[in-house]
Each structure stands twice: as C-alpha cells, then as structure tokens.
C-alpha cells in the first residue's frame, strides 16, 4: 500500500468535511425548521438554534381532529403507500416474466429491450393528454388504483430492463437440468430462478417504490380530495401561502421517513442492484 | 314450509314497499348525503373560519356530511376544472372572480339564477354580484368580498412625523422616500408581484386609479396605452427608487403579510385579511395595535381612491349530484348571519350589515375603508380566455419590474400575443 | 420456444400498448385538432399547431431553458459526484459514515426537496440568506428565486444536491471493481496519479458513467415537479421549462391541441437523446 503525503491526507480529511456538511446541512435545516416556534423562525438575524423546542406540528401533523391538516396528510400518506405498493408489486408481476423471456432467448429478443429502454424516456407530458380523456370518460379519476396503474408505464420497464441484467447472472444449466428433470416452466422460476436472483427482486421492488413514492406529475393531475398522494399534498401546502414554515418542513421530514429508510438499510444491495442493472457486470 | 316461505314473500314486498315509500316521501335525505368543497389555504377566512362555518351548517343539517379540501389559490382553477372531468368530484367550487366566464363556458358550473331569493337580490350589495354574474346569468353566490387596502404601520409613520397616510399614490412615493430617509425601514413598501395573479390585482388597482383599461369597446387589448402603461412604471420607477421591496417580485401575499407584521415595512397593499391578523394576533404579528387601512390611494385629477375587484364566490359543480343539498351549504355559508359571525378576516356581502355592530366593533377603521373601496371595484377583463390574457400580462409584468424590457414595450408585447399566445 | 418468450411478454406488451403507446398515438392524433380539455367541438386543424408552436419565441425560449437546466445540472452532479466518488475510494477514517450519509439525498422526494430549498431560499427568513450575510460574502439580503439572474442556478443547485449522490454511488461501485494488483502494477511500473487513473481506473469507468450520465440527462429533460414547486416557471419565464408549458396549455388553458403538439415537439428532441443514449450502449456492449 501507497503511504499518504501529510498534505494529501489533510486534503482528503478537508475534502470529507465539507462533502459531510454539504449533504447534511440543509436536511439539519429542514429538521431545526419543523422544531421551531414561528417567531424563532422569523426573527432576523437568523437564530440557528431555536430558543424553545416545539413538537406540536408533529402532533398537529398525526392529529385525527375533523377536516384537519392532520386527517389530509394521513390520508395521503396512506394512498402513497397504497400507491407505491400496488404499483411496485404489478411491476414486478410484469416485469418478472418478460425480463426472464428476454435474457434467456440470448439476444433473438433484443429488440423489445430496446423499447422498454426507449419508453421509459419518454416524457410523461407526451402521453398525459389522452391519458387524462380516457381517464375521465371511464370516470376512472381521482382513484388510487388508476394512479398505480398509470404508473406502470414508468415502472414495468424499467424493472423489466433492471431485472433482465440480474437474471443474467442465473445460470441458465441449473434451469436447463431442472427442465429435463420434468419440472415445470413457474416451478423452474418459483423453486430456482426467482430464489437465486431473490436480491435482485428486493432491489427492484424498492425501486418501483421509491420511483412511484416519488411521482408528481400524473399524481398531481389525476388525483384530488381523498387520493391525493403525499408529493401532491406537501405541494399543495407549501405552494400556496401556508406561511407556517415549520409545518411544511414538518410535513416534509414525515414524507421522508419511509424512502430514507429505505434508502438507508437497503444500500448496499440498492447501489448493487442499480449497478448490475445499468451496467453490464 | 309454504307458511315460512309466504311469510317470507311478505317480509320482502312489504320491506321493498316500505322502502320505497320511506324514498318517495323524501326520507331519503335523511340518509348520509356527502358533499365535497373544495376551498383555498390563504387569504380571506382561514381554514379554521372555514371549518367553523361548516360545522355550523353540519349541526343544523343533519345527515348532510361536508368535506373540505384546501389549495392553494394557483391550484384552485386547474383543481376545479380537472376535476370537471372526473365523476367524483366536487359539489361545491370556490371560484375567483375572472372565472365565471370561463366557467359559464365550459359549463363547469350550475346557472343558480332562478334558486337566488328575493332576500338575497334586496340585501347583497351589487358590486358584490358582479362577482357570479356572466352574460345576465348567476353561477353562484358572492362569499368572499375584497379589495386591495393601503396599509400603513402607525408607529413608522409617527416617527417619520408623517401626519395622515397618502391619498395619491404620488404621495406615497414621497412618504416612502421620508421613511426611508430616516431609516425607519430599508425598504418601505411592500407588494405581492410574483409572477402570478397576485400581481395582477395590485396592477388592476393602479391602472383603476390611472383610469386606464384593460379592453376597449372591440374587446381589443387597450392596457399598452394611457393607464394600464402609467399604472407599470409607477411600480417599476417604485423598485427602482428603492422604495418599494426589491423581493416583491416573488411574493404573494402572505409574504407580504409576513414582512408588514414583523414590522419590516411602513406600507403594503393587501387584502381585508391581513388587518385583523397583522393588527390583533400577537402570535402572527409584532405590530399589534399599530395598524392603519385606508382605501388605495389615487392619481390627482383621476381618481379620489382605487381598488380591484378581487371577490370569490361559492359555486355548485353541473357534476354535483346534489345540487340541492350543495345549495342549502353555500346559501348558509353566504348567510347573514353566518357572515357577520366570521367577519374579520372578510367582510359579509350584506349591505346592511356594515352598520351592524357585530361586524364594525373593534374594526371600524377597516369598515370606513370598506364603505369607499368597495363601491369603486374595479373589475378585471371577463373573458373565457382570461387565464392566458392574465399569464401574458405577468410575464409583461415581470419584464418592465426586472428591467427587461420598457413598460411600453413589454405591454404591447402582451397585446400583440393576448389573444393567440401560443 | 419462441411462443413461449411472446406468452411470457405478454404481459409487458400489453402495459406498453395501452399506457404507453395507445395514449402516445392519441397525442399525435390530438395535436392536429383543436381539442379542448373539456367539452367544444374538435375540428381539424392540419399542422396549424405545430406552425404555431415551432413559430413561437416563447416555445424557443423556453427549449433554451431546458437545454441550460440540462446542460448546468449534469454537468455539476458529475463534476461533485465523481469528485465524491474519488474521495470515498480513499480510506480515512468515517468514510463508511459519509458514504451512508449519501443516500440521503437521494431517498428524499424531488417535492420535499424543492420545499426544502424554497424555504432555504426564503428572501426574508431563509438560510442561505442568513448564512452568507453572517459570513460576510454577501452584504444585504437577497431574493434568489425573484430575480431571472440567480432564479434558475438556485433551481439547479437544489437538483444537483439531490441528484449528485447517484452519480457517487454508481461511480464508487465501480471503482471498487479495479482490481488492486492493476494499481499496484501501475505504481511499480513509475506511473503517475494521473496516468494512472488514465489507463488504470477510468476504463472501469467510463461505462457506468456513461449510462449514468445519459439517464440523468433525460431526466433533467423532463424536469418538472422542482421548478412547479421553487418557481412554478418565474420570474420573467426564466425557470419554465417544456414539461411547464405543456401543462400551462394544456391544463390551464385547456388548449390540448397545442399542448400535445408542443409535448411532440419534445419527444422528438430526446428521441434524439434516446438514439444517442441506445448507440453509446451498442458500443459498450449493453445489449450484447
């Protein structure tokens, strides 16, 4: 191993702190914002810590009282994750067999990947027009299933192409041996190809999630009263002239836990995933 | 056997027949009825106005359930009519003044001419139909009635030895200049001109005090001479000579709200709301007891005072399928009583209420400004096309204030494309 | 064999003829009519939109928009991320922290994050304000979102606060992948740092960047949900991007027919970025 030069070293500790400050200091910011009282919050100058600690948005944020801001956000916290649950779980049931189609037909199904590839670049402003007619003539708005289901365009291709790269990796013989033992095609998925690529499928699955626990667009135009999702609701608080700092950071910390959890116990196999997905490993 | 199955034949017809009775003789609206309203977050009644109000209607209906949603005011036209679309949508729309035209159009909401009561047409004051009326028809009921007030911080203009606020809007140049002279503060006026609505009713207000106009008799653009250019470099000339909040240009009006309660400005126009807010909650405000409202000043030998008609009203979606049930709710909302019960972040719609105690006590300053704003209402273009003429005239807006563009320049740029646009 | 594979992409077929393509053939259809949002009649109109929309300055001027978003964006997320990656490939002490601390970013929602920055951004009250001023680098408060000047720069620091992360995470992934026998071969062979992360590391790297740059360049292109909830597209136009204006036409207007044609308009431009993004994948053997 190569020793270090003193300067370098100091470079490299230098260099960390302030990439460490960068990534946490605005989310510090958000989290001091929702503990603040209003007056802490609108003094000049800027009091960075606040003089009292105030929880009652937190409160205020889960409170079941009638019509209240409380009810709205846990209605919508409850359609994001009805949202995101149903639309992950289709992707993966679309996605599954496709992507296991196109890796084992060996490049005589290379075409379709290069759809799933081009689709999922596609604007969403492109398709949202006819989208919404249809939407409406079925009478199929404002409903959280609809919402899942337009969010499919986005998620089964790209779980199929993410899915596709893992199942690369199975090796086909296992497969191969297990056909001429007499085994069935789902008994071949279910017994060996889903559980050795099982990883993979996590990965996906929380991706899909975090893209449609994410979503905006569609969710913002598809959806009003009780199927708001929780990017809607956030916006629709802060967008307006709400001037309760404190409650739309509030608001923003609680609509966060879920991904950032997520994101956080499941790196490792998330960077993984994402790297043999778009990389060929 | 056969005794158990015709007592149950019985039963059936006799439970059938009973039911339908029970619906025919309109016990049916006993049932659960739910309506969903769809209001704004800001400005006006707060949501806790709102809430209470709805309570009130819900303990004197019963079986008429109410829910609300609050957005902002810049989803409120985009949510109303999206959800046209929608089965399920909305019973009741709080709708803006410049909508009903579009509205009446797209037949997004219920012509209510023939439901609207003799008690009403005697006791809501005119200006205040203007506000649901198209083409001779009423596509609602007038709720929220506002304008744009000067308000001033009494303390800032004592100090500066000013004796009485400013009557024209050149006098308010100069009081500013004073103000910030003694450095009393940096910057002391304060207006929402963000690239949205928001501006364009603080414009409106001063193309009414330069008498300018917005269309002429054709229906053609007219704002890109006279007024409507004089009224744009009053507020440019404003930012450039210091006295008017460089960070106007993307505040609306709760930020201007913000800035005149901390006690950062010594003026700032803004809607019926903010008085009681900035003025008696010292939760919101460090002014407290130290606000002055007058009407928004005029221009010598124009104008006395100016205002905009920036009213709401409360409308029935032609989707409703309880026009009925949705009719009593805006009639009770718009009500007297219930009015005069909630009158401090808006004033009723009644002409008589503003001699009513109820409703001057404790804001009598505000009432005086009311009773000469509000008959000088000046009305924004009513035209099915309103939202893309008023997206033009912001853009047309925003380049005078940043100095992109003349005020001549950047108006006739938005009567050339007013109509087609893109 | 072969119907087995169809059977089994049935499924997928089915989601990308009927959510994808079905609407995708409908907006070209729409965009040669005059539709409405609701009710009115629809005539056609031939190319009329189109000419309208392609003769527009507004149109352009909101495609340059776009393109500086795109272009500032990505440029900064990979400048920081790989920066980032190269300082994580390092050992020190905490590095496992910092690393961790990076998903971060990128777990938040776009909405939040747009949020978080608006009120960090505050004229008034915000912290970006308060810092600079106490630290001496700016003399007076400033309104970072109300002037055209600063307006879309701020735009793009809140996305490539969010977004540079990915860039670090996939970069670092692959550095970890070089074999140390090749560094230490490098290094005995008298190679310097430079030449070194030349010949040594930047092969394993060039193809994960690749693929990140061009997803993170098409996404940019879309941008949408952080300029509605920062700016909604001002002051003066100068943060409204395509996605903005499609759905100002198309959803406040009620101007369909313009809207799609302009949405068209845009899947044009990045079907050119796709073809871009498909050939750069051909080469690095993606779909061997």
């Given amino acids: 191993m190569e020793r270090r030069s003193l300067p370098f070293s100091i470079f490299i500790y230098v260099s960390a702190v302030i990439l460490g400050v960068f990534v946490l200091a605005p989310l510090v910011w958000l989290l001091i914002m929702s503990i603040s009282d209003t007056n802490d919050l609108t003094t000049l100058p800027l009091r960075w810590l606040p003089q009292t600690l105030d929880l009652h948005r937190y409160a205020q944020i889960v409170s079941l009282a009638e019509n209240g801001v409380g009810i709205a956000f846990l209605i919508a916290l409850k359609n994001?994750?009805?949202?995101?649950?149903?639309?992950?779980?289709?992707?993966?049931?679309?996605?599954?067999?496709?992507?296991?189609?196109?890796?084992?037909?060996?490049?005589?199904?290379?075409f379709s990947l290069y759809v799933v590839v081009a689709t999922y670049m596609l604007p969403p402003v492109a398709l949202v027009v006819p989208m919404y007619f249809a939407l409406s003539a079925m009478g199929a708005l404002n409903s959280v299933f609809s919402l899942a289901i337009v969010y499919l365009s986005i998620l089964?291709?790209?779980?199929?192409?993410?899915l596709k790269s893992n199942f690369d990796h199975v090796p086909a013989e296992i497969e191969q041996a297990a056909m001429i033992d007499g085994a069935r095609l789902d008994q071949i998925l279910r017994r060996i190809t889903l559980p050795l690529a099982r990883p993979a499928l996590t990965t996906a699955g929380l991706f899909a999630f975090l893209l449609a626990w994410d979503e905006f667009f569609y969710a913002l135009l598809f959806t009003a009263k009780d199927s708001k999702t929780l990017p809607v609701f956030i916006a629709d608080l802060a967008g307006g002239r709400v001037a309760d700092y404190g409650l739309i950071a509030t608001a923003g910390v609680m609509a966060s836990l879920p991904p950032v959890l997520i994101g956080f116990f499941l790196q490792k196999s998330l960077v993984s995933g994402l790297t043999a997905g778009g990389v060929k490993g | 056997m056969f005794t158990t199955y015709r007592s149950r034949l019985m039963q059936a017809i006799v439970g059938g027949a009973v039911l339908v009775g029970a619906q025919s003789l309109g016990f049916g609206a006993l049932a659960d009825t739910t309506l969903n309203a769809l209001f704004m977050a800001q400005a006006a009644y707060s949501e806790d106005n709102v809430r209470a109000m709805t309570a009130d209607f819900e303990a004197a209906n019963p079986g008429v359930k109410i829910n609300l949603e609050f957005v902002p005011y810049e989803g409120l036209h985009d949510k109303t009519t999206l959800a046209q679309g929608a089965g399920g949508g909305y019973d009741v729309v709080l709708f803006d003044v410049i909508w009903p035209a579009e509205?009446?159009?797209?037949?997004?909401?219920?012509?209510?001419?023939?439901?609207?009561?003799?008690?009403?047409?005697?006791?809501?004051?005119?200006?205040?139909?203007?506000?649901?009326?198209?083409?001779?028809?009423?596509?609602?009921?007038p709720w929220i009635l506002d304008t744009k007030y000067l308000f001033y911080n009494t303390e800032i203009l004592e100090k500066a030895g000013?004796?009485?606020?400013?009557?024209?809007?050149?006098?308010?140049?100069?009081?500013?200049?004073?103000?910030?002279?003694?450095?009393?503060a940096e910057y002391p006026i304060v207006w929402s001109w963000a690239q949205a609505e928001a501006a364009i009713c603080d414009y409106t207000t001063l193309v009414a005090a330069y008498g300018g106009s917005f269309l002429d008799a054709d229906g053609k653009p007219a704002f890109q001479n006279g007024g409507g250019v004089d009224a744009l470099k009053y507020m440019a000339d404003s930012l450039e000579a210091g006295l008017s909040n460089p960070n106007s240009k993307e505040y609306l009006e709760e930020d201007v709200r913000r800035v005149f309660s901390s006690g950062e400005a010594a003026f700032a126009l803004n809607w019926t709301y903010m008085y009681n807010m900035a003025n008696g909650d010292p939760k919101e405000s460090k002014i407290v007891g130290k606000v002055g409202v007058v009407p928004a000043p005029g221009v010598e030998g124009k104008s006395e005072a100016s205002a905009v008609n920036g009213s709401m009203g409360l409308g029935i979606t032609s989707t409703s399928k309880h026009p009925d049930e949705a009719w009593n709710y805006i009639a009770f909302m718009t009500s007297k009583a219930e009015q005069e019960k909630f009158a401090k972040l808006s004033l009723p719609i009644w002409a008589d209420s503003y001699s009513s105690p109820a409703v001057t006590g404790g804001q009598e300053a505000l009432v005086a400004a009311a009773k000469t704003s509000l008959g000088l209402m000046f009305p924004r273009p009513t035209t099915p096309t309103y939202q893309q003429m008023s997206t033009q005239l912001q853009q047309a807006i925003h380049a005078a204030l940043l100095k992109q563009a003349s005020p001549e320049d950047a108006l006739k740029t938005a009567a050339d494309s007013a109509g087609g646009g893109l | 064999m072969m119907l087995r594979s169809w059977l089994l992409l049935a499924p997928l077929l089915a989601v990308m003829t009927f959510i994808i393509g079905w609407p995708l053939a409908k907006t070209v259809g729409v965009s040669f009519t005059d539709a409405k949002l609701i009710g009115g009649d629809v005539n056609w109109v031939g190319a009329d939109n189109f000419a309208r929309v392609l003769g527009s300055g507004m149109f352009w001027s909101v495609v340059w928009t776009t393109i500086r978003f795109v272009l500032i964006s990505v440029t900064a997320e990979f400048a920081i991320g790989l920066g980032a990656a190269l300082l994580l490939d390092q050992k020190f002490i905490g590095r496992n922290l910092l690393r961790a601390l990076l998903i971060l970013p990128w777990a938040l929602p776009t909405v939040v994050n747009a949020t978080m920055w608006r009120l960090i951004y505050n004229p008034d009250f915000g912290?970006?304000?308060?810092?600079?001023?106490?630290?001496?680098?700016?003399?007076?408060?400033r309104s970072w979102l109300g002037e055209p000047g600063s307006a879309l720069l701020a735009v793009c620091l809140a996305d490539v606060w969010k977004n540079f992360s990915l860039v670090t995470l996939i970069a670092l992934a692959a550095l970890q992948s070089v074999p140390r026998e090749l560094h230490?071969?490098?290094?005995?062979?008298?190679?310097?740092?430079?030449?070194?992360?030349?010949?040594?590391v930047l092969p394993y790297l060039i193809g994960p960047l690749t693929v990140a740059i061009v997803l993170r360049?098409?996404?940019?292109?879309?941008?949408?949900?952080?300029?509605?909830?920062?700016?909604?597209?001002?002051?003066?136009?100068?943060?409204?991007?395509?996605?903005?204006?499609?759905?100002?036409?198309?959803?406040?207007?009620?101007k369909a027919g313009i809207g799609a044609s302009v949405a068209l308009v845009m899947v044009l431009v990045s079907s050119l970025l796709i073809a871009g993004y498909v050939g750069l994948l051909r080469r690095q053997g993606e779909f061997r």
């Fill in chain 1, 80 to 110: 994001s994750l009805a949202v995101a649950t149903i639309a992950s779980l289709g992707g993966l049931a679309v996605a599954i067999p496709a992507a296991w189609s196109v890796s084992r037909a060996h490049g005589r199904l290379n």
């Fill in chain 3, 217 to 254: 360049t098409i996404e940019a292109f879309k941008v949408f949900d952080i300029i509605w909830v920062m700016t909604r597209g001002g002051p003066a136009n100068s943060t409204k991007t395509v996605s903005m204006l499609v759905y100002e036409q198309a959803f406040s207007f009620q």
């Fill in chain 1, 156 to 162: 089964a291709p790209f779980t199929t192409w993410l």
């Fill in chain 2, 103 to 141: 509205f009446a159009e797209n037949k997004v909401l219920l012509d209510v001419t023939d439901k609207v009561t003799q008690e009403m047409k005697d006791g809501v004051l005119p200006g205040a139909w203007t506000t649901v009326e198209y083409q001779n028809k009423r596509y609602g009921l």
């Fill in chain 2, 162 to 184: 000013i004796k009485t606020p400013p009557k024209t809007w050149a006098e308010l140049l100069d009081q500013a200049k004073i103000v910030k002279e003694k450095k009393l």
């Fill in chain 3, 127 to 141: 912290a970006f304000n308060a810092l600079l001023t106490q630290t001496g680098m700016i003399d007076s408060y």
């Fill in chain 3, 184 to 200: 230490s071969a490098a290094v005995i062979d008298g190679a310097g740092p430079w030449s070194r992360f030349r010949a040594v």
